[in-house]
C-alpha cells in the first residue's frame, strides 16, 4: 500500500475578486475569483452576456484593447501579478487567448497563420519545422489543408487554426473563449477531445469559456458558473454535472 503523500498541484492562475468596468462607467463583472492549476481544465459556464470573455480577456490583457480596465482585484499567473503587462508580454510568458469568433488571417494559407503564431518567440528555423509538424499530428485536418488559405476553410477547420496558431507558442495555459459556437456536435467533440488529449499527454492547462454545459463539464474538471458578471456556483465538473438545475436556472435551459 502506497503511503506517501499526494503532492498538491501547483497554482497556475489565480483571480481574486475582479472587477472590470467598461468606459468608465458600464460593469462588466463583478467579484470574480477563480483559480486554474498546473496541468488543469477548467470550464466557465454561462449564458451569453454572463460575463465569460470579459474574464478572459482580463487575464489576457486584451480587455485594455475594448477600452475597459480591472478597477478592483488582482490576478497572478505563477505567482507573479499581471497588472500592467501588455498582452503581447503574457502571450510570451505563457498565457495564449484563442478569442471567440475564430480569427484568422482569411487571406493566408493554412501553414502561414500558423508559422505566424510560432514567430512570438523567435524560434530557429528548425524548432519552427518541428512545432509545425507536431500540430499537424494534432491536428491532421489542418495538414490536408496546409496550402489552402484560410478563409476557404470550413468553421471547424478555422477553429483548429485558432487553437493550432495558439500552440505554436508552446503556451502554459491556453485561455479557449466559446469554441463550439457554430459547429456541428461531431466537430465540438473531436475539438474538445483534442484538449483532452493535449492536456493529459503534454500537461497543458485550459481555461475554456463555454455555453455548451454538456461537453464543457464532460472533459473539464473543475468549473465555474458566471451569471450577470457574477460567480454563482463552482465545483468539481462531474459534481455539477449532475446537477438538472444548472441547465434551467444559469444557462437558460441548453443542452448539446
Same mark, same amino acid.
Do not use: C
Given at each position: 500500500?502506497?503511503?506517501?503523500?499526494?503532492?498538491?498541484?501547483?497554482?497556475?492562475?489565480?483571480?481574486?475578486? +475582479?472587477?472590470?468596468?467598461?468606459?468608465?462607467? +458600464? #460593469? !462588466?463583472?463583478? %467579484?470574480?475569483?477563480?483559480?486554474?492549476?498546473?496541468?488543469?481544465?477548467?470550464?466557465?459556464? &454561462?449564458?451569453?452576456?454572463?460575463?465569460?470573455?470579459?474574464?478572459?480577456?482580463?487575464?489576457? %490583457?486584451?480587455?485594455?484593447?475594448?477600452?475597459?480596465? +480591472?478597477? /478592483? %482585484?488582482?490576478?497572478?499567473?505563477?505567482?507573479?501579478?499581471?497588472?500592467?503587462?501588455?498582452? =503581447?508580454?503574457?502571450?510570451?510568458?505563457?498565457?495564449?487567448?484563442?478569442?471567440? %469568433?475564430?480569427?484568422?488571417?482569411?487571406?493566408?494559407?493554412?501553414?502561414? =497563420?500558423?508559422?505566424?503564431?510560432?514567430?512570438?518567440?523567435? *524560434?530557429?528555423?528548425?524548432?519552427?519545422?518541428?512545432? #509545425?509538424?507536431?500540430?499537424?499530428?494534432?491536428? *491532421?485536418?489542418?495538414?490536408?489543408?496546409?496550402?489552402? $488559405?484560410?478563409?476557404?476553410?470550413?468553421?471547424?477547420?478555422?477553429?483548429? #487554426?485558432?487553437? &493550432? /496558431?495558439?500552440?505554436?507558442?508552446?503556451?502554459?495555459?491556453?485561455?479557449?473563449?466559446?469554441?463550439?459556437? !457554430?459547429?456541428? *456536435?461531431?466537430?465540438?467533440?473531436?475539438?474538445?477531445?483534442?484538449?483532452?488529449? #493535449?492536456?493529459?499527454?503534454?500537461?497543458?492547462?485550459?481555461?475554456?469559456?463555454?455555453?455548451?454545459?454538456?461537453? $464543457?463539464?464532460?472533459?473539464?474538471?473543475?468549473? @465555474?458558473?458566471?451569471?450577470?458578471?457574477?460567480?454563482?456556483?463552482?465545483?468539481? $465538473?462531474?459534481?455539477?454535472? $449532475?446537477?438538472?438545475?444548472?441547465?434551467?436556472? @444559469?444557462?437558460?435551459?441548453?443542452?448539446?
Amino acid at each position: 500500500m502506497n503511503t506517501q503523500p499526494q503532492t498538491a498541484p501547483s497554482r497556475l492562475l489565480a483571480v481574486h475578486d +475582479i472587477e472590470v468596468i467598461y468606459d468608465g462607467a +458600464i #460593469l !462588466g463583472v463583478a %467579484g470574480v475569483s477563480l483559480h486554474v492549476d498546473q496541468g488543469g481544465i477548467v470550464a466557465l459556464l &454561462g449564458a451569453n452576456g454572463a460575463g465569460k470573455s470579459t474574464t478572459l480577456k482580463a487575464i489576457s %490583457g486584451l480587455v485594455q484593447a475594448d477600452r475597459a480596465q +480591472i478597477s /478592483r %482585484g488582482h490576478i497572478q499567473f505563477l505567482g507573479e501579478d499581471t497588472a500592467g503587462i501588455a498582452p =503581447n508580454v503574457l502571450a510570451r510568458r505563457g498565457i495564449v487567448h484563442v478569442l471567440e %469568433g475564430r480569427h484568422v488571417f482569411a487571406h493566408l494559407t493554412v501553414e502561414e =497563420n500558423l508559422r505566424s503564431g510560432g514567430f512570438l518567440r523567435r *524560434p530557429s528555423r528548425q524548432t519552427l519545422e518541428q512545432e #509545425l509538424e507536431r500540430i499537424y499530428a494534432w491536428f *491532421p485536418r489542418l495538414k490536408v489543408k496546409r496550402r489552402t $488559405a484560410a478563409g476557404l476553410t470550413s468553421g471547424g477547420e478555422q477553429q483548429m #487554426l485558432a487553437i &493550432g /496558431r495558439a500552440l505554436m507558442t508552446q503556451p502554459t495555459l491556453v485561455l479557449l473563449d466559446e469554441p463550439s459556437m !457554430g459547429l456541428a *456536435p461531431i466537430i465540438v467533440e473531436e475539438i474538445f477531445d483534442i484538449v483532452a488529449e #493535449l492536456n493529459h499527454k503534454e500537461g497543458m492547462s485550459f481555461l475554456v469559456a463555454e455555453q455548451n454545459i454538456n461537453v $464543457a463539464l464532460r472533459h473539464a474538471h473543475y468549473a @465555474y458558473i458566471l451569471e450577470n458578471g457574477h460567480v454563482v456556483s463552482e465545483g468539481a $465538473a462531474q459534481d455539477l454535472a $449532475a446537477r438538472e438545475d444548472l441547465q434551467h436556472f @444559469y444557462l437558460g435551459g441548453q443542452v448539446s
